[in-house]
């Protein structure tokens, strides 16, 4: 085989494994989490959560993404913590989301806000 042949053919292969790799493991910069029609309330704008920060700073997905499993797609939260589950997206989210800095706080450790209107601003 010719040197070129083979070294498109790698090429290939190459930028093909990094389509799948991204499939798989792209993940957001930075995104709002806002999901009106999802709560009772509709008093909050959307949160701004800087993903790639997070998951750099935390290095564990499974710190958020608590339900997955190496290799697998990233699941919404919101497909199970809906209006009616038994975690409730709202209650979901402020778990994780304020437990954390709460939690990092209290254990004098640099983290993100706690306050409402810090994650949130009222609309
Ligand atoms: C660490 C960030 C964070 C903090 C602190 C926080 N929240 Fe939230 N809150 C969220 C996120 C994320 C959502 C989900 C937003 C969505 O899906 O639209 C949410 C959703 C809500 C909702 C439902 C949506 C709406 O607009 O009505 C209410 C009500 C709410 N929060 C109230 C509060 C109150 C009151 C406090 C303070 C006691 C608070 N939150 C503190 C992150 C936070
Ligand atoms: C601090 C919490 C947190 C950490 C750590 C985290 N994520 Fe996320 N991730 C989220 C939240 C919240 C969303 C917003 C979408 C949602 O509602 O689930 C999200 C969204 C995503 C999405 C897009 C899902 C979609 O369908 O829109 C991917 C992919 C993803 N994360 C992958 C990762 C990977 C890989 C890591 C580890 C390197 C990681 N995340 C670490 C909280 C986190
Ligand atoms: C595949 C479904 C699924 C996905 C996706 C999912 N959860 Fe959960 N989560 C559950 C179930 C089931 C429980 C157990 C409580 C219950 O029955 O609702 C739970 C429990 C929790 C708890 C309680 C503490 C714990 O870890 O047991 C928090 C906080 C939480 N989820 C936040 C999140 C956040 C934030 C995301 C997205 C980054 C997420 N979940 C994605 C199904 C899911
Ligand atoms: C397991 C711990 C943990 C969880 C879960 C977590 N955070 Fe944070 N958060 C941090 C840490 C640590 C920082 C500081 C990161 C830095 O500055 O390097 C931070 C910083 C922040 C900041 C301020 C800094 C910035 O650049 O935006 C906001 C806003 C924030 N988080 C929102 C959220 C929201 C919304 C969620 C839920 C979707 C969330 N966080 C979940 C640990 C956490």
Redesign the pocket.
Known sequence: MDKKFISIVAAIMFFGSLLVLQGVFSQPDSITIDNPGLYATDKYQGAPFAHKKHADALKDCKK????WKEGAKV???V???TKD???TAKK??H??CR?CHRAMKKAGKPTGPTPCTKCHPKK
């Open positions: 958020c993404h608590h339900t699941k919404k939260c497909d199970c913590h589950s038994k975690l979901a989210f778990a994780n437990g």
